[in-house]
């Protein structure tokens, strides 16, 4: 990858509000995005992990196919909505290498001209059955390092 100076990341935050819909929060999302001629790196979807199905099909309609990382961290909203909201970290300016590890997405590097940076997310077991908690974070962790040796 070849650095490109000006370059700058940013972060967007967009959370249900009321009478919203998966659809309608992640078309806010896109629009955010595009406004800013953004690069999604990675994103954190906050909300019950009984919704993911429903928002990532909402997700891949409003921002198409992840091939960025996705996160998901467990909790409904305040006020009890399946999903408080997501946290999307993107770039505008420069050129986005993704890290795919065991078909998996990753992570994301680019380079700002300054520094070569890699932003890595959706880490996890890649199967829990059968598989004890402590099984489980040893894989994250071989996962995750794996993915910097790819970085």
């Not at 959370?15 to 992640?26: K, L, V």
């Not at 004890?132 to 993915?147: D, K, W």
């Amino acid at each position: 990858m070849r650095p490109i100076a000006g370059a700058t990341d940013f972060v967007l935050t967009e959370w249900i509000q009321p009478g919203d819909d998966f659809a309608t929060m992640f078309g806010r999302l896109a629009l955010a995005l595009a406004e800013h001629e953004g690069t999604l790196l990675s994103m954190m979807v906050f909300g019950n992990v009984s919704a993911h199905t429903e928002a990532m099909q909402a997700m891949e309609a409003a921002l198409g196919v992840p091939v960025w990382p996705v996160t998901w961290v467990e909790g409904a909203s305040c006020e009890g909505a399946p999903l408080a909201g997501v946290q999307a970290f993107a770039v505008a300016g420069a050129e986005v290498q993704r890290l795919v590890l065991g078909g998996r997405v990753l992570g994301s590097i680019y380079d700002d001209g300054a520094a070569r940076h890699c932003l890595l997310g959706g880490l996890g077991p890649t199967a829990v059955a059968g598989m004890e908690r402590p099984a489980q974070v040893q894989q994250m962790f071989a996962a995750l390092e794996s993915a910097l040796d790819l970085a």
